[in-house]
């Protein structure tokens, strides 16, 4: 199995602020990565696909990059709404997910 | 508009199955692979398994002894059966739409159903 580590399970941050998710594969997995953010009671949404491809209708301030073993999901001048759980997910081989990071606010 | 929706039992008890069905609207059960995935409560997500448009299927090797995956293209229903349930098997249980042949990423999720399982 690809394990998938996200190596903050919290993260705090301010209105306006700009963060930086990280995940990182146990394995090279190329770019075959999707970001999704999940907030409390609401089922996951895909934000980005294919390590840095942003999902229709995503803002433009979500930015994915990264490849091989290490990915990043970059949010800037963050918004109340933004703060939700954030999930990476490899698709390299059969579909494994990380642990989450729960963006707070500081 | 599209939509999938999860319909099950609520409470199982544990050693028996469990039945999940997932209506899809708004596409095709020929044109779109269906995945399963859960979510144990307070925890991250894990894949189940998927069934192809042509209605083949491939399963995470972890329940692959105890879990089917099925379908009604007519009905635009996706079945999940697990057997010889345990506590740990207590989960948000999603289905959603697959992409790049059904073990790709995951473009429209269902609201989920949650099972809890318990005597």
């Known amino acids: 199995d690809i394990v998938m580590t996200q190596s903050h399970k919290f993260m705090s941050t301010s209105v306006g602020d700009r963060v930086s998710i990280t995940c990182k594969a146990s394995?090279?997995?190329?770019?075959?990565v999707a970001w999704y953010q999940q907030k409390p009671g609401q089922s996951p949404k895909l934000l980005i696909y294919w390590a840095s491809t942003r999902h229709t209708g995503v803002p433009d301030r979500f930015t994915g990059s990264g490849s091989g073993t290490d990915f990043t999901l970059t949010i800037s001048n963050v918004q109340s709404e933004d703060l939700a759980d954030y999930f990476c997910?490899?698709?390299?081989?059969?579909?494994?997910f990380g642990a989450g990071t729960k963006l707070e606010l500081k | 508009q599209v939509q999938l929706k999860e319909s099950g039992p609520g409470l199982v008890a544990p050693s028996q199955s469990l039945s999940i069905t997932c209506t899809v609207s708004g596409f095709s059960l020929t044109s779109y692979d269906i995945s399963w995935i859960r979510q144990p409560p307070g925890k991250g997500l894990e894949w189940l398994g998927v069934?192809?448009?042509?209605?083949?299927?491939n399963y995470n090797s972890a329940f692959m002894s105890r879990l089917s995956i099925s379908k009604d293209n007519s009905k635009s229903q996706v079945f999940l059966k697990m057997n010889s349930l345990q506590t740990d098997d207590t989960a948000i249980y999603y289905c959603?739409?697959?992409?790049?042949?059904?073990?790709?990423?995951?473009?429209?999720w269902g609201a989920g159903t949650t099972v809890t399982v318990s005597s």
């Open positions: 069934i192809w448009t042509g209605g083949g299927t």
């Open positions: 959603v739409r697959a992409r790049l042949t059904g073990t790709g990423y995951f473009d429209v």
């Open positions: 394995q090279d997995v190329g770019t075959a």
């Open positions: 997910q490899q698709y390299s081989s059969y579909p494994t």
